[in-house]
């Protein structure tokens, strides 16, 4: 891969740690407070929603930082070596465990009577918000362990090649 597509690459993920970070650290925490202020009946759901938002974002954290991992494989011509499917591996699980958060929200949100200031239309608009990211969460945990067999099997190819050469 060129080194410009890789430093490109590299800055974008930078730029997401970045923005997740503080998303985190602000828009989270303050939202969360601006609705409860707006609504005071979301009082008792304001800390463990932000909870799992954090957590959720930590998660997408996690997955950039084993994509620059594998990115510096591929700077070395190294990702088809056993080492790469460790951090395919995190990115799977940091994936499957964002995509758990969406399940457990969407539990809640469909069946805790929370109370709502517009007819319940805003837990309704979650919900079908948190679906929609179970939806997304799914299908991007398959298609990893779809790329990863992949890499398995381009991995066992050059390990092949190797030794015929």
């Not at 700077?75 to 790469?84: E, H, M, P």
Request: proline content about 4%.
């Amino acid at each position: 891969m060129h080194r410009f597509f890789i430093a490109a690459l590299r800055a974008g993920i930078v730029a997401a740690f970045a923005l997740a970070l503080f998303g985190q650290i602000v828009v989270i925490p303050t939202m969360a407070a601006d609705e409860v202020d707006r609504f005071p009946p979301y009082a008792p759901f304001a800390a463990p929603y932000v909870t799992v938002a954090i957590i959720g974002v930590a998660c997408i954290q996690v997955a950039l930082v084993a994509v620059w991992m594998l990115l510096t494989m591929v700077q070395r011509d190294a990702i088809f070596t056993v080492r790469a499917f460790r951090w395919v591996d995190i990115i799977i699980g940091s994936s499957f465990m964002a995509t758990l958060l969406a399940v457990g929200v969407a539990g809640h949100l469909a069946l805790a009577d929370i109370p709502s200031p517009d007819d319940n239309m805003g837990v309704i608009g979650a919900l079908a918000g948190a679906v929609a990211s179970v939806g997304v969460g799914v299908s991007f945990v398959m298609l990893v362990v779809i790329m990863r067999s992949l890499l398995r099997k381009a991995t066992d190819l050059e390990t092949e090649i190797a030794e015929v050469v």
